[in-house]
Structure formats: structure tokens, C-alpha cells
């Protein structure tokens, strides 16, 4: 089953071109709440210091005022993008007051759905639309879901490398059309094989009873504080995660099989009237509660393990952009907070996150039927709540498979790909990011979900100890490093630049919110 991918990755290889995948563009964006001293979900504004939430590029909010959000510009180098998202972590840590940033993806003391403050983005229209999808998140799926934590990696393939592929390939498509087919490709791969990614990397195998509120579950208890699994990897990735509730009722699901279908569900789905939602209103007194009361409000509600994606020109709807203009890059989400590392992600992880995307683009990958699709969503269920139970069995082409015989295949697999990416290094940095994998599936206590619940029995924590302990580290951390003063002065700049630039949306806006927000949906 992986000939085919192994002889596109001898084509390269016999290229001899060891500089073929040097320009990559890899950029992260990470996710963290903002806490008080008692772990409790800050209730005070994004702070102004840090700029405009709306027109930061790098600095942001996700649901929550207290949900901040860091992003990294493309880097050619993971060092560079880890660089980055370090100063920008070390530049809010300075002005922050009595407050820091929780370590893990699950969050603790949640008081309730109104103990989480919907992030705010000015009175611009812009600001407005962000503000009113968020409202409709927590009417349709609850506030509490929004607030987990999470990191998502962007990459996009050398502009260099395309051509190449494309003549190795015999491919004779618009070079755009053939570099979508291969995004869409390595997509539906990503998520054949999508499951490695939380055995590898979960880090929420436990959670804060005060996440569930009081509501039942199946979830065993841990200690009088804590609910958890035994064999779990990423609850978050779980049945207890944000999930859109209304793709089984009414039949519509992202479709993979090619760039067009994928744009044809969604706007579908943005179309489609539900009348669940309907029951809560879009205008209610005066004040927006939602969007639309369609089945997804714009296409960022859908969820999904990863996302074609293409650069937004202004206020462009994602999918006319991938329509005009192909697939740039893709963004994969299923990575929770690393909790051991301050960064919340470390280079070894990134390393083989890029050779499994290589991988997935050379493997061969044919639509996903719906057979298929359902094993792809049981698989990703079982590794989540029971990935390291051993002899777990996963389903491959209708048959059981353990996940540690197929995980084994896969690294096995990626060993070229990573030699391959090692080429244009004078070290083996994707090599040793895959042998240290390897580790962890000889050995699933090596794992970050392992890890956390031997922590937490031997120091006998609950998970809300832990998460406290891990996030003051990290406060540590960040507090005792220097910062150079032209850093500084970078971060001030983009600062006061952001605000000014609210300012002039807000000044510039002439459109009523309901004539902008039919404008926004009109577009074709």
C-alpha cells in the first residue's frame, strides 16, 4: 500500500536537488487562556497595551476576551517560527497584571458558561461581525466548549517545488488546479492517518470537573476534582470537544473528494436554513444573537482536523478566496497545548509534523467513501479516549488493525521522507524528531498524555494542581528572559499601529451592520 509513495520519494531523491524543500513556509498560531492566581477564567479586557485585538497580525483574542491567540508570520525555518512565538509570549507576559497563561489545552475553574466573556472587537463593522459569530457559538454549542485551547500549524510547500512535482507527476493541469488537487490529496491523508497526531501529542487525557458543570458522564473520576481516562491521549480531541452537532441530522459534511466539492458542501451548509437555530433568532430585541440561523454561520464554524486555506484579500469569504485562487497552504488543528513546554509546541514536534504532511502528499489518496469516513471518525474517537489501552484496535480498509502495528508502519514509512527533508541541513533534525516518536510507540508512557496522569498520581495533584504548577513554570519562564530592546520597540509599534487602525475602520464604516452583513454574504 505505500509503493507508490515510495516511488515519488525516489523521484526526488534521484533529483538530487538537496534544496528543493528549503523554502517552505511554516507558521503557528497558539492558543491560551488568560487566568487569574486562583486558575479562575480572567474577566478583565484583552489588555489595550497589547494593541487592537481586531488588527494585530500577530497578538489576537479567539472566543474569549481571555482566550489569546498568538500567531507567527511564515518562517522558512522551524527555529525562526519558534523564535517568534516566543518573543511575542515574553512581550505579553510584561503587560500582564497579576494574571498569566494557563499551560494546558482543557481549561479549570469555569464558573459557568457566564464566567466566559465573549471577546469584544470595537463598534466597526468588521469588529461587529467577529463579535456577533461568537455570540452564535455559544447559543448554538455552549461558551464553555469555546474556551479549550489549542495549536494549529500552518505549512505551505515551496513555490519551487510545485513545477518540480507537477513534470515528475506527468501532470498537466493549470499548475494552481494540480497544487489544489495536492492539497486535497494530502487532506484526505491527513485525516486517514490524522489519529497519530493526538497518540503522538495529546496532552488533555484528564479534565476539571468544573468543565462539565455537573452534567453526567462517562468519564471515570480521578480524585474529588478531576474526571479522566486511563488510556486517554486528547479528550479534547474527544466527544467532550467542540463539535458541530447538526452534520448527521441534516446530512451535510465537509466533502473532501476535490477543491470544488469542498467549497460546493460548505456553502451549502452557510446556506441551509436549521431550524434549531432559527428558534434562537438572529435579531432579539434590537441585538444580534447569531449571523444567520443557517447550519454554519460562515465557514470557520465548521470543524475540522484541517482546513485548505488560501491568503484573504480584505473581507473576502474563505471560500471565494480558495475558488479564485486555489489552495495556498493548509492549517492542521488537532494539536493540544503542549503543557511541558513553555512555548507550547517544540521543534521536534514541528519537524515531524512537516514530513507527515510530505508523507501525506505522496501517498496515494483516492475520495473517501463512506465507509471510510465513519472508520476515519471511530478511529480518531478511540485514540482519543483510549489511545495508549493496549492492543487498541483502529480500522484500516475494513479490517481491525492495533495502533501500534499501524503506527509503526507509518514511521517506518516516513524514515525516506525525513532523510529526504534532512538533505538540506548539515544535522538530522527530522530523523531524530522521528525516532523520538518511534519511542512513543514502543513505549506510551513517553507520551505527553502518559506523562501528565504519572505526574499527577506520583505528586497526588488533580488535574487542576497540575495545570496550576505547569502554568507558573511557564509564567517563570517567560518573566526571566531578556528581551532586546529592538524587540521591544517592534512589539510597542505593531501595538499602537493596530489601535490606530481600529480607529480608522471605525471612523471609515458607512454600511448599517445589516446592509454590511448582506453585502459579506452576497459576495460571488
Request: some cysteine.
Amino acid at each position: 500500500m505505500y509503493d507508490r509513495a515510495r516511488q515519488r520519494l525516489q523521484r526526488l531523491i534521484d533529483l538530487k536537488h538537496s534544496h528543493l524543500m528549503r523554502n517552505s513556509a511554516i507558521g503557528v498560531e497558539k492558543e491560551s487562556l488568560r487566568v487569574n492566581e486562583e486558575g479562575g477564567i480572567a474577566q478583565t479586557p484583552h489588555p489595550p497595551r497589547l494593541g487592537s485585538a481586531l488588527t494585530h497580525p500577530y497578538i489576537t483574542t479567539d472566543y474569549s476576551e481571555a482566550l489569546t491567540e498568538f500567531i507567527t508570520p511564515p518562517f522558512h525555518h522551524i527555529r525562526e517560527v519558534l523564535d517568534f512565538l516566543r518573543d511575542t509570549q515574553q512581550y505579553v507576559y510584561q503587560h500582564l497584571d497579576g494574571e498569566y497563561f494557563w499551560a494546558t489545552s482543557m481549561p479549570c475553574v469555569v464558573g459557568g458558561e457566564t464566567s466566559i466573556p465573549i471577546a469584544e472587537y470595537g463598534s466597526s463593522n468588521p469588529g461587529m461581525m467577529k463579535h456577533v459569530y461568537r455570540q452564535g457559538l455559544g447559543y448554538r454549542y455552549g461558551r464553555v466548549m469555546q474556551v479549550i485551547a489549542g495549536v494549529h500549524f500552518n505549512y505551505s510547500f515551496p513555490p519551487e517545488f510545485w513545477p518540480v512535482y507537477a513534470e515528475l507527476e506527468g501532470n498537466r493541469l493549470p499548475l494552481q488546479d494540480f497544487i489544489s488537487e495536492s492539497y486535497m490529496g494530502l487532506i484526505r491523508n491527513l485525516q486517514r492517518f490524522g489519529w497519530l497526531i493526538p497518540y503522538l501529542f495529546g496532552a488533555s487525557p484528564a479534565i476539571c470537573k468544573s468543565f462539565l458543570g455537573g452534567a453526567s458522564t462517562t468519564l471515570q473520576e480521578f480524585d474529588k476534582t478531576t474526571y479522566f481516562e486511563p488510556y486517554a491521549t486528547s479528550l479534547r480531541m474527544g466527544d467532550i470537544g467542540y463539535q458541530n452537532n447538526k452534520e448527521n441530522e441534516y446530512g451535510i459534511k465537509a466533502n473532501y473528494d476535490s477543491l470544488a466539492a469542498y467549497i460546493d458542501s460548505l456553502t451549502c451548509a452557510i446556506q441551509t436554513p436549521c431550524p434549531e437555530y432559527e428558534k434562537i433568532g438572529v435579531v432579539v430585541d434590537g441585538k444580534y444573537r447569531q449571523l444567520n440561523a443557517n447550519i454554519l454561520q460562515i465557514e470557520n464554524e465548521y470543524y475540522s482536523t484541517i482546513r485548505p486555506k488560501q491568503i484573504l484579500n480584505g473581507n473576502e469569504k474563505p471560500t471565494l478566496a480558495l475558488k479564485r485562487r486555489g489552495v495556498s497552504y493548509v492549517e492542521l488543528r488537532s494539536l493540544d497545548v503542549n503543557a511541558f513546554d513553555p512555548l507550547g509546541i517544540n521543534e521536534h514536534q514541528l519537524y515531524f509534523l512537516e514530513c507527515f504532511l510530505l508523507f501525506c502528499l505522496l501517498h496515494d489518496s483516492p475520495v473517501i467513501s463512506e465507509a471510510e469516513r465513519k472508520a476515519i471518525d471511530e478511529n480518531e474517537l478511540r485514540t482519543a479516549h483510549r489511545g495508549r489501552e493496549p492492543e487498541l484496535k483502529l480500522v484500516r480498509d475494513g479490517d481491525s488493525i492495533t495502533l501500534r502495528a499501524w503506527a509503526g508502519e507509518l514511521l517506518e514509512e516516513m524514515r525516506g521522507v525525513c532523510k529526504l527533508l534532512d538533505r538540506s541541513s548539515s544535522e538530522t533534525p527530522y530523523c531524530s524528531a522521528l525516532d523520538m516518536q518511534r519511542q512513543k510507540v514502543e513505549d506510551p508512557d513517553l507520551t505527553p498524555s502518559a506523562r501528565m496522569l504519572n505526574e499527577m498520581r506520583e505528586r497526588g495533584e488533580g488535574f487542576y494542581h497540575f495545570a496550576k504548577r505547569m502554568s507558573e513554570i511557564h509564567r517563570h519562564f517567560f518573566n526571566n528572559l531578556p528581551m532586546s530592546e529592538s524587540r521591544e520597540r517592534y512589539f510597542s509599534e505593531l501595538a499602537t499601529k493596530s489601535l490606530e487602525d481600529q480607529q480608522a475602520w471605525e471612523a471609515a464604516d458607512e454600511l448599517p451592520f445589516a446592509d454590511y452583513l448582506q453585502r459579506y454574504f452576497a459576495q460571488t
